[in-house]
């Protein structure tokens, strides 16, 4: 992959349609869900407190928090009501514990991604919002018009996002992985939707004659092909996730996948340690001894100083696909993502195999 675009995209859901929707140049999805709803998950058992310190997302600047559970604290600058507030944040606490446990993340919040009571992730309750969601690093900026299961779709497919990105050690996903995977995922937590047969094909087969398939789309600028080109927004994230569940489909798990954000990390934390090395071995001529949230640290093209994984020289392109490679060598699935990224291969065992 290349190291993508500092903007995270998502969907916007208006009934049954997923409308396509950016955030802004920090990242994070801007998710709306459907219109109907159903009741949400049971929040009774949670608890919170009043609690208050400074907001720091730009949708919430100058705002105070009101109330905060274990690992949340909720604000807002506009018209929002305390009950709202509060439903809120506990529908986030629950979701994340949920995300947390041994049917998804498998992690713990504290260990694996130092948030807990003395950190906490930020809610921004933005009234201009509506309906729609938006997950960073450090928190979610979310509309005041959510309720029962549509905040819990919202919830579960932003905050995915956030523990995903926590894992990552990183600012965004993309410095490190490929969007294909980060909505992918997002999906696979949140509503499970894949494509059909015929709505795959319609998207993959361009106008132009070519060819565009979802483990292609490494990051937003290639996705923005498909916008080019007409396609239906709508099947967008149901198609990378169509790509996790044909990995599924052939041995993988969900641990698994959790295990390619874990093993990017400790790629990555290698490359950062070589760096240092290098940059002390030669008075600062090679090498960092500085490294950003914002930055991957393998480079393989400096002649003599190239960062290494297993032997095998590594730049910051090749990150997401020796972590995937590795990681499935293991489960017995032989999945490669060169196969994934062969246009014939994923033809004729996705399309025409395992969506038939």
Not at 61 to 88: E, K, P, R
Not at 123 to 133: K, L
Not at 306 to 330: C, K, R
């Amino acid at each position: 992959m290349s190291c993508n675009s500092w903007t995270l995209c998502g969907l916007l859901l208006s009934g049954s349609a997923l409308l396509f929707g950016c955030g802004d140049d920090k990242g994070g999805d801007n998710n709306s869900a459907p219109q109907t709803t159903q009741a949400g998950r049971d929040t009774s058992a949670i608890s919170y407190v009043d609690y208050s310190t400074a907001m720091t997302f730009d949708h919430c600047s100058g705002g105070t928090s009101q109330y905060a559970t274990n690992d949340f604290y909720v604000g807002t600058t506009g018209a929002v009501s305390s009950d709202t507030l509060i439903d809120i944040v506990k529908a986030a606490q629950l979701s994340f514990e949920t995300l947390n446990g041994a049917s998804y993340f498998n992690v713990n919040a504290a260990t694996d991604l130092a948030i807990d009571s003395a950190n906490r992730l930020e809610i921004c309750i933005d009234p201009g919002e509506g309906s729609n969601g938006a997950g960073y690093k450090k928190g979610i900026i979310i509309g005041a018009s959510l309720s029962g299961s549509n905040l819990d779709f919202i919830l579960d497919h932003e905050l995915t996002h956030v523990i995903a990105t926590n894992i990552l050690g990183k600012d965004l996903p993309s410095v490190l992985s490929e969007r294909w995977f980060d909505e992918g995922l997002a999906t696979l937590f949140a509503d499970n939707v894949i494509l059909t047969k015929s709505q795959m094909s319609s998207l993959i087969n361009l106008n132009s004659g070519g060819i565009l398939t979802p483990a292609n789309v490494a990051s937003k600028g290639a996705e923005d092909i498909w916008s080019y080109d007409g396609k239906n927004t709508s099947y967008y994230y149901p198609a990378y996730n169509t790509v996790l569940r044909y990995s599924m489909h052939l041995g993988a798990s969900k641990s698994d996948f959790i295990q390619i954000l874990f093993k990017m990390r400790e790629i990555e934390q290698g490359c950062q340690t070589q760096q240092a090395s290098f940059y002390s071995s030669t008075g600062g001529m090679h090498g960092s001894n500085s490294f950003s949230s914002m930055s991957n640290a393998c480079n393989g093209l400096d002649t003599g100083y190239e960062t290494t994984y297993n032997g095998s020289i590594i730049n910051s392109n090749d990150v997401f696909q020796v972590a995937f490679d590795e990681v499935m060598s293991h489960n017995g699935s032989g999945l490669t993502m060169s196969q994934l990224r062969d246009n014939t291969y994923f033809v004729n065992n996705v399309v025409n195999g395992f969506l038939n």
